[in-house]
């Protein structure tokens, strides 16, 4: 699981990228450890209300997963979420060297605002997520 930062208007977010082993399991993980998610579709799950010890209490926890890819033309990448399952099937037909499923985590506040805004939060966070889905 990486990190990263994403730049917004107002703030910071830090986003983790999981890359590594079974994606779906992984989703499966984080909806058995966490509970059920209040928003949930294919491409996008979401949890509310949810504390981590060291970070914060009543925060949002969002995973968005789907294809990224990259134009070889403007070399710039986009990311397509999944939509639904023939749509996920579809996209991971297209898995190649400039097609990639990619799936992040996002941790925000009540507010949308970034919580994590130090290394020790980051590494927190980072460890109750690779606990979430028993890595």
Known sequence: MKSQKSYRSTDTVITFGVFKGDLDEHRR??????????SENMGTLVWESQEIAGIGRNLTIKLSDGLMSMDKYEGDAYWELFKNDQ????????????????????????????????QDKETTARNFLLKKIGQ
């Open 29 to 38: 993980q984080l909806k058995e450890h966490i509970g059920r998610p209040q």
């Open 87 to 118: 749509d996920k099937a579809e996209k991971l037909k297209r898995i190649n060297s400039k097609n990639w499923r990619h799936m992040e985590i996002e941790i925000t506040d009540a507010s949308g605002d970034n919580p994590i805004n130090n």
